[in-house]
T-cell receptor, first 114, second 111 residues
Framework: EAQVTQNPRYLITVTGKKLTVTCSQNMNHEYMSWYRQDPGLGLRQIYYSMNVEVTDKGDVPEGYKVSRKEKRNFPLILESPSPNQTSLYFC?????????????FGPGTRLLVL | DQQVKQNSPSLSVQEGRISILNCDYTNSMFDYFLWYKKYPAEGPTFLISISSIKDKNEDGRFTVFLNKSAKHLSLHIVPSQPGDSAVYFCAASYTGNQFYFGTGTSLTVIP
């Protein structure tokens, strides 16, 4: 089944403790992206990747890192999480970058930073 | 600053009637617009899109209208069904890599 998977689905952590949220897709997609969803703010793009080793900042990249060493994986790294990073995170992928490509979203990871 | 806005957080419609969801944007560079639908505990799923060279795009019960001069787009669902109850996000792009989403409108279709 074609899908985007995220792990973990739920995570409670404490301020400053490094964490990684994994994202994997099995559709051989070139483009992948991370978003966060917050009440009253909708979805905001954090980082995106057009292909392996090609990443760029989205609208709200501060406090996050990403890497794209393999085509299928696009982990989101929070080196020193803070409470304002408490949010619902979505990973998405599409066949290529470009307006016409449909993005497929993962099920989301709910993060609480205490 | 929010470049894509959905000013109605919620909308209730009777089954069988038309649902109209609205979206406004500020960046005149946007040339591609999308609507996504989101159920609780799931990721958004693509619904319909429109290029700025068109003013209307239809797909079954769903039609998106674009008014470039007003920087406004709308999604019409006719007829509305209870299964359409979800949160709807509009989104816009001009690079194809960066996407800007609205805050979402929660649609409830009453049987």
């Amino acid at each position: 089944e074609a899908q985007v998977t995220q792990n973990p689905r739920y995570l409670i952590t404490v301020t400053g403790k490094k964490l990684t949220v994994t994202c994997s897709q099995n559709m051989n997609h070139e483009y992948m992206s991370w978003y966060r969803q917050d009440p009253g703010l909708g979805l905001r793009q954090i980082y995106y990747s057009m292909n392996v080793e090609v990443t760029d900042k989205g609208d709200v990249p501060e406090g996050y890192k990403v890497s794209r060493k393999e085509k299928r994986n696009f982990p989101l790294i929070l080196e020193s999480p803070s409470p304002n990073q408490t949010s619902l995170y979505f990973c998405a992928s599409s066949k290529t970058s470009g307006r016409w490509e449909t993005q497929y979203f993962g099920p989301g990871t709910r993060l609480l930073v205490l | 600053d929010q470049q894509v806005k959905q000013n109605s957080p919620s909308l209730s419609v009777q089954e069988g009637r038309i649902s109209i969801l609205n979206c406004d944007y500020t960046n005149s560079m946007f040339d591609y617009f999308l609507w996504y639908k989101k159920y609780p505990a799931e990721g958004p799923t693509f619904l319909i899109s429109i290029s700025s060279i068109k003013d209307k795009n239809e797909d079954g019960r769903f039609t998106v209208f674009l008014n470039k001069s007003a920087k406004h787009l709308s999604l019409h669902i006719v007829p509305s069904q209870p299964g359409d109850s979800a949160v709807y996000f509009c989104a816009a792009s001009y690079t194809g890599n960066q996407f800007y989403f609205g805050t979402g409108t929660s649609l409830t279709v009453i049987p």
